[in-house]
């Protein structure tokens, strides 16, 4: 038996890329998925592989909307939280609106804090394992790049904080990075011909994230890279 069969797990930017990797790994373990994207087709392309998920339709950056969400499918213990969900627009500073700016911190930031609060009361009775993907603009500074490099800085920030908080109570919180140019949507428009040649399929990295969620406490509070953890572990 899988040490994730029945465990319970909330994934964000679920419909396509990397997300929809994880939530076909995790389904393949057996763990109870709770789903969200604001993609409802691509969505329900997830659910339809991952049978007995349960889903929601949301917009993270929407602090009401959000909530709405979490009220209706976050009703019961979680193990396992997994933000994947993000906005990546390029583009220079002086064209970037506020709207915009605003809605990729709130994807990348303000629903994690949301979605944390939320399983955060179980987790201190249970332990749980958060989960916060990353990437190279959470420690770097990119041009043209200025609201999603604002919002993972902040990810990296918050993700230390939760995993001193969280240690007493077997909470690990960590951030991964992919580690490796990935095939997704958001690839598709932002990397160029000679990355192109080495992407690899993200459901190669999905391991690292099923790794994590059986809790490595000793791993709290780092930012991972997920092509070597998962290297690693299939090493072992």
């Not at 969505?43 to 349960?54: D, I, N, Q, R, W």
Request: hydrophobic content about 45%.
């Amino acid at each position: 038996m899988s040490a994730l069969e029945g465990k319970s797990v909330v994934l964000t930017g679920a419909a396509q890329g990397l997300g929809a990797a994880i939530a076909r790994h995790f389904h393949g373990l057996g763990a109870g998925l709770i789903l969200l994207d604001r993609d409802g087709e691509g969505l329900a392309e997830t659910c339809a592989a991952c049978p007995g998920a349960t889903s929601a339709v949301v917009d993270l950056s929407d602090v009401g909307d959000t909530e709405r969400a979490i009220a209706a499918v976050v009703t019961g213990p979680i193990d396992t939280l997994i933000h994947n969900a993000a906005i990546l627009r390029v583009e220079p500073l002086e064209t970037v609106s506020l709207s915009i700016f605003q809605a990729t911190l709130n994807v990348g930031i303000q629903a994690a804090f949301q979605l944390t609060q939320a399983v955060w009361p179980h987790m201190k009775k249970q332990g749980g394992a958060l989960v916060y993907v990353s990437s190279r603009s959470g420690v770097e500074g990119f041009a043209n790049e200025t609201a999603y490099c604002a919002g993972k800085h902040a990810l990296e920030g918050f993700s230390k904080c939760l995993a001193l908080e969280g240690e007493p109570h077997g909470i690990l919180s960590v951030t991964i990075t992919p580690g490796m140019y990935i095939h997704t949507p958001m690839s598709e428009t932002t990397y160029p011909p000679e990355l192109r040649e080495k992407w690899v399929d993200p459901i190669v990295l999905a391991p690292a994230f099923s790794y994590l969620a059986s809790r490595p406490m000793h791993l709290s509070g780092q930012r991972l890279d997920a092509w070597a953890l998962t290297q690693q572990e299939l090493a072992t």
